[in-house]
Protein backbone atom coordinates (compact mmCIF):
# COMPACT_ATOMS: atom_id res chain seq x y z
CA UNK A 1 0.00 0.00 0.00
CA UNK A 2 1.24 3.67 -0.86
CA UNK A 3 2.44 5.70 2.01
CA UNK A 4 0.08 8.79 1.93
CA UNK A 5 1.26 11.93 4.50
CA UNK A 6 0.47 15.43 4.80
CA UNK A 7 2.90 17.96 2.58
CA UNK A 8 5.42 19.46 4.98
CA UNK A 9 4.60 22.72 6.31
CA UNK A 10 6.95 24.39 3.39
CA UNK A 11 4.80 23.26 0.60
CA UNK A 12 1.27 22.92 2.08
CA UNK A 13 -0.77 25.40 -0.02
CA UNK A 14 -4.18 25.17 2.42
CA UNK A 15 -3.41 23.76 5.37
CA UNK A 16 -2.23 25.99 7.97
CA UNK A 17 -2.86 29.10 5.58
CA UNK A 18 -5.25 31.98 6.29
CA UNK A 19 -7.96 31.56 3.57
CA UNK A 20 -10.25 34.87 2.80
CA UNK A 21 -13.65 33.65 1.90
CA UNK A 22 -14.75 34.93 -1.67
CA UNK A 23 -18.26 36.43 -0.18
CA UNK A 24 -16.93 38.22 3.19
CA UNK A 25 -16.15 41.53 1.32
CA UNK A 26 -19.72 41.95 0.51
CA UNK A 27 -20.62 40.83 3.53
CA UNK A 28 -19.23 42.69 5.75
CA UNK A 29 -19.71 45.77 4.01
CA UNK A 30 -23.63 45.01 3.77
CA UNK A 31 -23.26 44.84 -0.28
CA UNK A 32 -24.87 41.44 -0.01
CA UNK A 33 -27.84 40.94 -1.46
CA UNK A 34 -30.37 38.37 0.38
CA UNK A 35 -33.75 37.27 -1.76
CA UNK A 36 -35.19 39.62 0.75
CA UNK A 37 -33.73 42.30 -0.84
CA UNK A 38 -35.17 41.91 -4.53
CA UNK A 39 -37.05 44.51 -5.41
CA UNK A 40 -37.86 43.90 -9.68
CA UNK A 41 -39.51 46.61 -11.43
CA UNK A 42 -43.44 46.26 -11.01
CA UNK A 43 -43.18 44.24 -8.74
CA UNK A 44 -46.50 43.34 -6.98
CA UNK A 45 -46.51 41.61 -3.03
CA UNK A 46 -48.53 38.95 -1.99
CA UNK A 47 -50.14 37.49 0.77
CA UNK A 48 -51.33 34.29 2.01
CA UNK A 49 -54.66 33.33 3.85
CA UNK A 50 -53.38 30.37 6.11
CA UNK A 51 -56.18 28.05 8.04
CA UNK A 52 -56.34 28.68 11.62
CA UNK A 53 -57.31 25.12 12.38
CA UNK A 54 -55.15 22.33 13.10
CA UNK A 55 -56.94 19.86 11.52
CA UNK A 56 -60.25 20.64 9.39
CA UNK A 57 -61.69 20.66 5.92
CA UNK A 58 -62.41 23.21 3.17
CA UNK A 59 -66.21 23.62 2.84
CA UNK A 60 -66.47 27.02 1.06
CA UNK A 61 -64.25 29.84 -0.12
CA UNK A 62 -65.71 33.09 -1.41
CA UNK A 63 -63.28 35.69 -2.45
CA UNK A 64 -65.75 37.65 -4.36
CA UNK A 65 -65.23 40.77 -2.13
CA UNK A 66 -61.21 40.53 -2.21
CA UNK A 67 -61.47 40.54 -6.42
CA UNK A 68 -63.56 44.19 -6.62
CA UNK A 69 -60.59 45.79 -4.01
CA UNK A 70 -58.50 48.82 -5.80
CA UNK A 71 -54.90 47.66 -5.85
CA UNK A 72 -55.75 43.50 -6.38
CA UNK A 73 -54.17 42.33 -9.11
CA UNK A 74 -54.65 38.58 -8.51
CA UNK A 75 -56.11 36.09 -6.64
CA UNK A 76 -55.49 32.31 -6.68
CA UNK A 77 -57.01 29.35 -4.31
CA UNK A 78 -54.31 27.21 -3.38
CA UNK A 79 -56.71 24.13 -1.64
CA UNK A 80 -60.12 24.77 -2.23
CA UNK A 81 -63.06 22.91 -1.00
CA UNK A 82 -62.94 19.65 -0.12
CA UNK A 83 -59.28 19.82 0.78
CA UNK A 84 -57.93 18.80 4.33
CA UNK A 85 -55.59 20.75 6.12
CA UNK A 86 -53.20 19.00 8.42
CA UNK A 87 -51.90 21.57 10.25
CA UNK A 88 -52.60 25.27 11.62
CA UNK A 89 -51.19 27.94 9.21
CA UNK A 90 -51.51 25.58 5.67
CA UNK A 91 -51.89 27.72 2.58
CA UNK A 92 -55.33 28.04 1.42
CA UNK A 93 -55.50 31.21 -0.58
CA UNK A 94 -52.62 33.59 -2.34
CA UNK A 95 -53.83 36.84 -3.36
CA UNK A 96 -51.55 39.51 -5.13
CA UNK A 97 -51.79 43.25 -4.99
CA UNK A 98 -49.85 46.85 -5.71
CA UNK A 99 -48.82 46.82 -1.59
CA UNK A 100 -48.52 44.72 1.21
CA UNK A 101 -51.30 46.89 3.21
CA UNK A 102 -53.67 46.37 0.24
CA UNK A 103 -52.86 42.42 0.56
CA UNK A 104 -53.31 41.93 3.53
CA UNK A 105 -56.28 43.95 4.10
CA UNK A 106 -57.95 41.34 0.70
CA UNK A 107 -56.88 38.19 2.73
CA UNK A 108 -59.29 39.88 5.68
CA UNK A 109 -61.92 40.16 3.14
CA UNK A 110 -61.57 36.56 2.19
CA UNK A 111 -64.35 34.19 3.50
CA UNK A 112 -63.45 30.70 4.27
CA UNK A 113 -65.85 28.16 5.79
CA UNK A 114 -64.30 25.17 7.58
CA UNK A 115 -65.09 21.88 8.97
CA UNK A 116 -63.17 21.44 11.58
CA UNK A 117 -61.97 17.91 12.68
CA UNK A 118 -60.36 16.19 15.98
CA UNK A 119 -57.18 17.12 16.22
CA UNK A 120 -53.37 15.68 17.95
CA UNK A 121 -50.89 18.36 18.56
CA UNK A 122 -49.39 16.75 21.75
CA UNK A 123 -46.18 14.72 21.58
CA UNK A 124 -46.43 13.61 25.01
CA UNK A 125 -45.79 9.70 25.99
CA UNK A 126 -48.38 7.27 24.26
CA UNK A 127 -51.03 5.73 26.31
CA UNK A 128 -50.57 2.04 26.84
CA UNK A 129 -52.25 -0.17 24.07
CA UNK A 130 -52.61 2.89 21.69
CA UNK A 131 -50.35 2.19 18.68
CA UNK A 132 -51.53 0.55 16.11
CA UNK A 133 -49.38 -2.30 14.36
CA UNK A 134 -47.25 -1.53 11.04
CA UNK A 135 -49.62 -2.25 8.04
CA UNK A 136 -48.67 -1.60 3.90
CA UNK A 137 -46.96 1.47 3.02
CA UNK A 138 -48.23 4.27 1.42
CA UNK A 139 -45.78 6.23 -0.71
CA UNK A 140 -46.17 8.80 1.90
CA UNK A 141 -44.54 6.41 4.68
CA UNK A 142 -41.74 5.41 2.21
CA UNK A 143 -40.97 9.21 1.53
CA UNK A 144 -40.97 10.08 5.86
CA UNK A 145 -38.50 7.34 6.32
CA UNK A 146 -36.32 8.71 3.69
CA UNK A 147 -36.64 11.85 5.48
CA UNK A 148 -35.72 10.09 8.71
CA UNK A 149 -32.73 7.94 6.92
CA UNK A 150 -34.01 4.36 7.45
CA UNK A 151 -30.82 2.56 6.09
CA UNK A 152 -32.01 0.87 3.00
CA UNK A 153 -32.01 -2.52 4.26
CA UNK A 154 -34.79 -1.69 7.08
CA UNK A 155 -36.71 -0.10 4.19
CA UNK A 156 -36.80 -3.02 2.03
CA UNK A 157 -37.71 -5.72 4.32
CA UNK A 158 -40.32 -3.47 5.87
CA UNK A 159 -41.67 -2.73 1.82
CA UNK A 160 -40.97 -6.81 1.28
CA UNK A 161 -42.97 -7.85 4.36
CA UNK A 162 -46.16 -5.28 4.61
CA UNK A 163 -46.66 -4.66 1.35
CA UNK A 164 -48.01 -1.69 -0.12
CA UNK A 165 -51.40 0.45 -0.86
CA UNK A 166 -50.48 1.66 -4.16
CA UNK A 167 -48.31 1.00 -6.96
CA UNK A 168 -46.48 4.09 -8.02
CA UNK A 169 -46.49 5.95 -11.54
CA UNK A 170 -42.77 6.03 -12.97
CA UNK A 171 -42.89 9.93 -11.90
CA UNK A 172 -43.59 8.92 -7.92
CA UNK A 173 -40.50 6.87 -8.21
CA UNK A 174 -38.38 9.09 -9.98
CA UNK A 175 -39.22 11.65 -6.85
CA UNK A 176 -38.39 8.75 -4.39
CA UNK A 177 -34.84 8.38 -6.00
CA UNK A 178 -34.38 12.15 -5.68
CA UNK A 179 -35.15 12.08 -2.10
CA UNK A 180 -32.41 9.21 -1.58
CA UNK A 181 -34.16 5.73 -2.42
CA UNK A 182 -31.79 3.49 -3.70
CA UNK A 183 -31.72 0.97 -6.61
CA UNK A 184 -33.03 -1.72 -3.96
CA UNK A 185 -35.86 0.30 -2.29
CA UNK A 186 -36.95 1.14 -5.83
CA UNK A 187 -36.80 -2.47 -6.32
CA UNK A 188 -38.46 -3.23 -3.57
CA UNK A 189 -41.26 -1.18 -4.29
CA UNK A 190 -41.64 -2.49 -7.83
CA UNK A 191 -42.01 -6.17 -6.14
CA UNK A 192 -44.23 -5.72 -3.66
CA UNK A 193 -47.30 -6.76 -2.93
CA UNK A 194 -50.72 -4.46 -3.01
CA UNK A 195 -53.31 -3.78 -0.79
CA UNK A 196 -55.60 -1.26 -1.96
CA UNK A 197 -58.19 -1.68 0.78
CA UNK A 198 -55.86 -0.63 3.36
CA UNK A 199 -55.24 3.17 1.91
CA UNK A 200 -58.78 3.44 3.07
CA UNK A 201 -58.39 2.30 6.24
CA UNK A 202 -58.15 4.86 8.82
CA UNK A 203 -54.99 5.39 10.57
CA UNK A 204 -54.60 5.72 14.47
CA UNK A 205 -52.31 8.75 15.51
CA UNK A 206 -49.89 6.22 16.95
CA UNK A 207 -48.11 3.29 15.01
CA UNK A 208 -45.78 0.69 15.82
CA UNK A 209 -42.59 1.86 13.75
CA UNK A 210 -40.16 -0.56 15.14
CA UNK A 211 -40.04 -2.90 17.27
CA UNK A 212 -36.22 -5.28 17.37
CA UNK A 213 -34.75 -7.73 19.50
CA UNK A 214 -31.05 -8.69 19.60
CA UNK A 215 -29.34 -10.97 22.05
CA UNK A 216 -30.66 -12.38 25.33
CA UNK A 217 -31.65 -9.18 27.05
CA UNK A 218 -32.99 -10.57 30.14
CA UNK A 219 -30.13 -12.47 30.55
CA UNK A 220 -27.70 -9.71 29.90
CA UNK A 221 -29.83 -7.35 32.54
CA UNK A 222 -29.68 -10.25 35.37
CA UNK A 223 -25.65 -10.53 34.91
CA UNK A 224 -24.99 -6.37 34.54
CA UNK A 225 -22.91 -5.05 37.62
CA UNK A 226 -24.90 -1.71 37.73
CA UNK A 227 -28.29 -0.74 35.93
CA UNK A 228 -29.21 2.66 35.34
CA UNK A 229 -32.55 3.94 33.85
CA UNK A 230 -34.00 7.45 32.73
CA UNK A 231 -36.46 9.46 30.67
CA UNK A 232 -34.63 11.54 27.65
CA UNK A 233 -35.43 13.55 24.62
CA UNK A 234 -35.61 16.48 22.90
CA UNK A 235 -38.80 18.40 21.62
CA UNK A 236 -40.08 19.37 18.30
CA UNK A 237 -37.96 22.91 17.34
CA UNK A 238 -38.16 25.43 14.16
CA UNK A 239 -35.09 26.19 11.88
CA UNK A 240 -35.04 30.34 12.88
CA UNK A 241 -33.47 31.29 9.45
CA UNK A 242 -32.58 34.92 10.13
CA UNK A 243 -34.23 35.36 6.32
CA UNK A 244 -37.59 34.14 5.97
CA UNK A 245 -38.65 31.36 3.37
CA UNK A 246 -39.55 32.94 0.20
CA UNK A 247 -39.55 33.76 -3.12
CA UNK A 248 -39.96 36.42 -6.34
CA UNK A 249 -41.30 34.74 -9.93
CA UNK A 250 -42.17 36.83 -12.83
CA UNK A 251 -42.79 35.11 -16.10
CA UNK A 252 -40.36 37.30 -18.67
CA UNK A 253 -42.80 35.05 -21.48
CA UNK A 254 -45.70 32.64 -21.15
CA UNK A 255 -43.64 30.07 -21.25
CA UNK A 256 -40.35 31.04 -19.15
CA UNK A 257 -40.14 31.90 -15.53
CA UNK A 258 -37.73 33.89 -13.62
CA UNK A 259 -37.29 33.21 -9.77
CA UNK A 260 -35.32 34.88 -6.99
CA UNK A 261 -35.73 32.16 -4.28
CA UNK A 262 -34.32 31.92 -0.76
CA UNK A 263 -33.06 28.20 -1.30
CA UNK A 264 -30.44 25.94 -0.53
CA UNK A 265 -30.85 23.80 -3.71
CA UNK A 266 -30.49 26.00 -6.72
CA UNK A 267 -30.16 23.70 -9.11
CA UNK A 268 -32.97 21.47 -8.33
CA UNK A 269 -35.88 24.45 -7.95
CA UNK A 270 -36.57 24.34 -11.73
CA UNK A 271 -37.40 20.44 -11.89
CA UNK A 272 -39.71 20.96 -8.46
CA UNK A 273 -41.14 23.56 -10.12
CA UNK A 274 -41.56 22.51 -13.57
CA UNK A 275 -44.43 19.54 -12.92
CA UNK A 276 -46.78 21.51 -10.73
CA UNK A 277 -46.50 24.57 -13.79
CA UNK A 278 -46.83 22.38 -16.29
CA UNK A 279 -43.71 23.61 -18.32
CA UNK A 280 -40.35 22.00 -18.83
CA UNK A 281 -38.02 22.50 -16.07
CA UNK A 282 -35.65 24.19 -18.71
CA UNK A 283 -37.40 27.26 -18.97
CA UNK A 284 -37.32 27.82 -15.00
CA UNK A 285 -34.57 29.90 -14.43
CA UNK A 286 -33.87 30.06 -10.80
CA UNK A 287 -31.67 32.76 -9.24
CA UNK A 288 -30.02 33.35 -5.61
CA UNK A 289 -26.64 35.69 -4.45
CA UNK A 290 -26.75 34.88 -0.87
CA UNK A 291 -28.93 32.76 1.80
CA UNK A 292 -29.57 33.87 4.92
CA UNK A 293 -29.53 30.48 6.37
CA UNK A 294 -31.55 27.13 5.80
CA UNK A 295 -30.39 24.61 7.91
CA UNK A 296 -31.66 21.83 6.30
CA UNK A 297 -35.40 23.82 6.08
CA UNK A 298 -35.00 25.49 2.39
CA UNK A 299 -34.66 22.61 0.04
CA UNK A 300 -37.93 22.69 -1.71
CA UNK A 301 -40.15 25.50 -3.42
CA UNK A 302 -43.07 25.14 -1.24
CA UNK A 303 -46.72 25.78 -1.60
CA UNK A 304 -45.66 29.80 -1.31
CA UNK A 305 -43.08 29.66 -4.02
CA UNK A 306 -45.30 27.71 -6.21
CA UNK A 307 -48.40 30.06 -5.61
CA UNK A 308 -45.98 33.06 -6.92
CA UNK A 309 -45.70 31.78 -10.02
CA UNK A 310 -49.37 31.21 -10.01
CA UNK A 311 -50.57 34.47 -8.70
CA UNK A 312 -47.70 36.22 -11.46
CA UNK A 313 -48.91 34.63 -14.23
CA UNK A 314 -52.81 36.02 -13.68
CA UNK A 315 -51.05 38.99 -12.61
CA UNK A 316 -49.86 39.12 -16.43
CA UNK A 317 -46.96 37.99 -15.54
CA UNK A 318 -45.80 40.22 -13.31
CA UNK A 319 -43.55 39.88 -10.53
CA UNK A 320 -44.64 38.63 -7.34
CA UNK A 321 -42.89 38.16 -3.73
CA UNK A 322 -43.94 36.25 -0.83
CA UNK A 323 -41.45 36.31 1.82
CA UNK A 324 -43.12 34.76 5.12
CA UNK A 325 -43.52 36.80 8.11
CA UNK A 326 -41.99 35.37 11.25
CA UNK A 327 -44.98 33.97 12.80
CA UNK A 328 -45.57 31.77 9.83
CA UNK A 329 -41.93 30.75 9.27
CA UNK A 330 -42.20 29.84 12.55
CA UNK A 331 -45.50 27.94 12.19
CA UNK A 332 -44.75 26.40 8.42
CA UNK A 333 -41.45 26.27 7.76
CA UNK A 334 -40.60 23.07 9.05
CA UNK A 335 -38.93 21.82 12.12
CA UNK A 336 -36.30 18.91 13.60
CA UNK A 337 -38.75 16.03 14.85
CA UNK A 338 -38.85 15.39 18.84
CA UNK A 339 -37.73 12.31 20.35
CA UNK A 340 -38.07 10.97 23.85
CA UNK A 341 -36.81 7.30 25.03
CA UNK A 342 -37.76 5.55 28.31
CA UNK A 343 -33.99 3.54 28.51
CA UNK A 344 -32.04 1.27 30.55
CA UNK A 345 -28.73 -0.09 30.72
CA UNK A 346 -26.61 -2.34 31.61
CA UNK A 347 -22.96 -2.15 32.29
CA UNK A 348 -20.05 -4.07 33.55
CA UNK A 349 -17.99 -2.46 36.13
CA UNK A 350 -15.00 -1.64 33.74
CA UNK A 351 -17.70 0.24 31.82
CA UNK A 352 -18.95 -1.81 29.38
CA UNK A 353 -22.39 -2.17 28.14
CA UNK A 354 -23.76 -5.40 27.94
CA UNK A 355 -27.60 -4.66 27.48
CA UNK A 356 -29.62 -2.10 26.64
CA UNK A 357 -33.76 -1.31 26.44
CA UNK A 358 -36.16 1.50 25.07
CA UNK A 359 -39.14 2.48 24.73
CA UNK A 360 -39.32 5.44 22.51
CA UNK A 361 -41.62 8.05 21.03
CA UNK A 362 -41.41 11.15 18.92
CA UNK A 363 -43.17 13.12 15.88
CA UNK A 364 -42.24 14.83 12.75
CA UNK A 365 -45.87 16.18 12.64
CA UNK A 366 -48.45 14.20 10.01
CA UNK A 367 -46.01 11.64 8.68
CA UNK A 368 -45.17 10.73 12.29
CA UNK A 369 -41.27 9.59 12.16
CA UNK A 370 -39.14 6.84 12.46
CA UNK A 371 -36.44 5.17 15.23
CA UNK A 372 -33.68 7.30 16.18
CA UNK A 373 -30.28 5.07 15.43
CA UNK A 374 -30.13 3.90 19.36
CA UNK A 375 -28.24 2.94 20.95
CA UNK A 376 -26.45 5.53 19.67
CA UNK A 377 -22.58 5.09 18.61
CA UNK A 378 -21.78 1.96 20.48
CA UNK A 379 -22.36 -1.50 19.51
CA UNK A 380 -23.95 -3.32 22.27
CA UNK A 381 -24.56 -6.96 21.87
CA UNK A 382 -27.93 -7.17 23.73
CA UNK A 383 -30.95 -4.96 22.79
CA UNK A 384 -34.93 -4.51 23.16
CA UNK A 385 -36.48 -1.51 21.42
CA UNK A 386 -39.49 -0.13 20.63
CA UNK A 387 -40.44 2.98 18.80
CA UNK A 388 -43.72 4.45 18.59
CA UNK A 389 -44.36 6.99 15.73
CA UNK A 390 -47.22 10.22 16.77
CA UNK A 391 -48.94 11.48 13.55
CA UNK A 392 -50.08 14.77 14.81
CA UNK A 393 -51.14 17.91 13.47
CA UNK A 394 -48.10 20.36 14.11
CA UNK A 395 -46.64 20.86 10.90
CA UNK A 396 -43.99 19.23 8.43
CA UNK A 397 -40.71 17.82 9.67
CA UNK A 398 -37.98 19.03 7.38
CA UNK A 399 -34.10 17.93 7.12
CA UNK A 400 -31.79 19.39 9.81
CA UNK A 401 -28.00 18.37 10.24
CA UNK A 402 -27.69 14.80 10.14
CA UNK A 403 -31.54 13.77 10.99
CA UNK A 404 -32.56 11.61 14.09
CA UNK A 405 -28.75 11.71 15.18
CA UNK A 406 -28.91 14.68 17.53
CA UNK A 407 -31.90 12.87 18.88
CA UNK A 408 -30.22 9.47 18.94
CA UNK A 409 -27.11 11.19 21.30
CA UNK A 410 -30.17 12.59 23.76
CA UNK A 411 -31.24 9.21 23.81
CA UNK A 412 -27.83 7.60 24.58
CA UNK A 413 -26.87 10.17 27.19
CA UNK A 414 -27.57 7.42 30.01
CA UNK A 415 -24.75 5.25 28.27
CA UNK A 416 -22.59 7.96 29.82
CA UNK A 417 -24.43 8.69 33.12
CA UNK A 418 -24.27 5.04 33.43
CA UNK A 419 -19.74 5.14 33.16
CA UNK A 420 -19.91 8.25 35.67
CA UNK A 421 -20.83 6.14 38.20
CA UNK A 422 -17.48 4.35 38.24
CA UNK A 423 -15.93 8.03 39.10
CA UNK A 424 -13.00 8.88 37.46
CA UNK A 425 -12.40 5.21 36.25
CA UNK A 426 -15.74 5.82 34.21
CA UNK A 427 -14.34 8.14 32.44
CA UNK A 428 -11.64 6.27 30.82
CA UNK A 429 -13.59 3.27 30.43
CA UNK A 430 -15.55 5.68 27.89
CA UNK A 431 -12.64 6.83 26.32
CA UNK A 432 -11.02 3.21 25.54
CA UNK A 433 -14.17 2.08 24.34
CA UNK A 434 -14.99 5.04 21.99
CA UNK A 435 -11.48 4.29 20.42
CA UNK A 436 -12.20 0.34 20.73
CA UNK A 437 -14.14 -2.06 18.39
CA UNK A 438 -17.41 -1.38 20.28
CA UNK A 439 -17.60 2.06 17.99
CA UNK A 440 -20.61 1.02 15.74
CA UNK A 441 -19.50 2.77 12.90
CA UNK A 442 -16.60 5.71 12.02
CA UNK A 443 -19.28 7.74 10.32
CA UNK A 444 -21.22 7.87 13.35
CA UNK A 445 -18.47 8.56 15.47
CA UNK A 446 -17.11 11.36 13.52
CA UNK A 447 -20.18 13.08 13.18
CA UNK A 448 -21.21 12.86 16.82
CA UNK A 449 -18.49 14.12 19.06
CA UNK A 450 -20.22 17.26 19.53
CA UNK A 451 -23.18 16.31 19.94
CA UNK A 452 -21.99 13.86 21.96
CA UNK A 453 -19.56 15.32 24.68
CA UNK A 454 -20.23 19.30 23.92
CA UNK A 455 -23.35 19.71 25.76
CA UNK A 456 -24.19 21.51 28.63
CA UNK A 457 -23.43 21.02 32.11
CA UNK A 458 -25.99 18.70 33.74
CA UNK A 459 -29.65 20.15 34.31
CA UNK A 460 -28.04 23.62 33.81
CA UNK A 461 -30.81 25.25 32.08
CA UNK A 462 -30.01 27.79 29.29
CA UNK A 463 -33.29 30.31 29.71
CA UNK A 464 -34.39 30.74 33.51
CA UNK A 465 -37.55 32.40 32.56
CA UNK A 466 -39.16 28.98 30.66
CA UNK A 467 -41.79 27.66 33.34
CA UNK A 468 -42.80 24.95 31.35
CA UNK A 469 -39.75 22.70 31.84
CA UNK A 470 -39.02 22.77 28.05
CA UNK A 471 -35.14 22.16 27.46
CA UNK A 472 -32.78 24.45 25.06
CA UNK A 473 -29.57 22.26 24.59
CA UNK A 474 -28.05 19.08 25.11
CA UNK A 475 -28.23 18.58 28.82
CA UNK A 476 -29.54 15.57 31.65
CA UNK A 477 -32.56 15.75 33.33
CA UNK A 478 -34.47 15.82 30.14
CA UNK A 479 -37.67 14.65 32.10
CA UNK A 480 -38.78 18.11 32.29
CA UNK A 481 -39.47 18.38 28.53
CA UNK A 482 -42.19 15.65 29.07
CA UNK A 483 -45.35 18.18 30.55
CA UNK A 484 -45.98 19.25 27.03
CA UNK A 485 -49.28 19.51 26.46
CA UNK A 486 -50.41 22.46 28.53
CA UNK A 487 -48.18 25.01 26.55
CA UNK A 488 -50.56 24.40 23.19
CA UNK A 489 -53.09 26.39 22.29
CA UNK A 490 -56.56 24.77 22.04
CA UNK A 491 -56.91 25.50 18.08
CA UNK A 492 -54.09 23.30 17.82
CA UNK A 493 -52.17 26.45 16.20
CA UNK A 494 -49.24 25.92 18.91
CA UNK A 495 -46.61 23.82 19.55
CA UNK A 496 -43.71 25.82 21.20
CA UNK A 497 -43.12 26.75 24.90
CA UNK A 498 -44.85 29.04 26.92
CA UNK A 499 -42.94 31.87 28.33
CA UNK A 500 -43.47 32.73 32.06
CA UNK A 501 -45.32 35.94 30.72
CA UNK A 502 -48.20 33.54 28.67
CA UNK A 503 -47.04 34.14 24.87
CA UNK A 504 -45.62 30.59 23.56
CA UNK A 505 -41.94 31.44 22.49
CA UNK A 506 -39.84 28.64 19.86
CA UNK A 507 -37.43 27.02 21.35
CA UNK A 508 -33.71 27.62 19.97
CA UNK A 509 -31.39 25.01 20.59
CA UNK A 510 -28.29 25.95 22.65
CA UNK A 511 -24.61 24.15 22.29
CA UNK A 512 -21.86 24.36 24.98
CA UNK A 513 -18.46 23.38 24.75
CA UNK A 514 -17.62 23.69 28.46
CA UNK A 515 -17.92 19.66 28.90
CA UNK A 516 -14.65 19.60 27.09
CA UNK A 517 -12.94 21.49 29.85
CA UNK A 518 -14.21 19.70 32.42
CA UNK A 519 -12.27 16.49 30.93
CA UNK A 520 -9.26 18.12 31.18
CA UNK A 521 -7.82 16.11 33.65
CA UNK A 522 -7.72 13.44 31.24
CA UNK A 523 -4.30 13.65 30.05
CA UNK A 524 -3.41 15.68 26.51
CA UNK A 525 -2.04 12.04 24.67
CA UNK A 526 -5.63 10.16 25.79
CA UNK A 527 -7.75 13.51 24.56
CA UNK A 528 -6.10 13.40 20.92
CA UNK A 529 -6.67 9.53 20.83
CA UNK A 530 -10.24 10.39 21.74
CA UNK A 531 -10.50 13.24 19.77
CA UNK A 532 -9.44 11.73 15.96
CA UNK A 533 -11.59 8.46 16.77
CA UNK A 534 -14.65 10.56 16.80
CA UNK A 535 -14.62 13.79 14.91
CA UNK A 536 -12.85 16.35 12.90
CA UNK A 537 -14.72 19.62 14.66
CA UNK A 538 -13.46 22.84 15.14
CA UNK A 539 -15.11 24.15 17.65
CA UNK A 540 -14.40 21.28 19.67
CA UNK A 541 -10.39 21.01 18.53
CA UNK A 542 -10.29 24.83 20.17
CA UNK A 543 -11.97 23.73 23.35
CA UNK A 544 -9.61 21.20 24.23
CA UNK A 545 -6.33 23.40 23.58
Known amino acids: MADYGWPDAEHRTLIGKRITRVDSPVKVSGQAKYTYDVKRPGMLFGKILRCPYAY ?34 DEVVA ?33 KGAAQAQGPLSMDDIDDMLDNQVPARQMVEQIQQYGITSKPDEGTLKGLQEDGATDEVIKAIRAATVHPEAGSRPKSNYQKAAAQTLGDGEKAFAQAEVISEGLYGVPVITHCCLESHGSTSEWTDNDHLLVHMSTQNVSGIAGQMAEPLKIPATNIRVHQDHIGGGFGSKFSPDRWGIATAEVSKKAGGKPVRIMLERDSELKVAGARPSAYARVRVGAKRDGTIVAWQSESWGTGGPGGG ?29 AWRAP ?33 EQIRQPRARRRSFAAYVGRTRPRQRLRSDYSSGWLGGYQDGFAGSRNRNPNLH ?8 RHSDGHNQPANWGHDVSAFRRFRRLDHDRWREFFHATCCCGRARRALL
Open 490 to 497: PDGCGRYP
Open 95 to 127: VAAVDEPTAEDAVRAIKVKYQKLSHLVSDAEPP
Open 56 to 89: AKVVSIDASAAEKMPGVKAIHIIQGPNSTIHWAG
Open 370 to 398: GMPPIPYVFSIPNQRKEHTAIRNNIGPAR
Open 404 to 436: NHPQAAVAGHLQRRTRYRFGPDGLEAEVASTCS
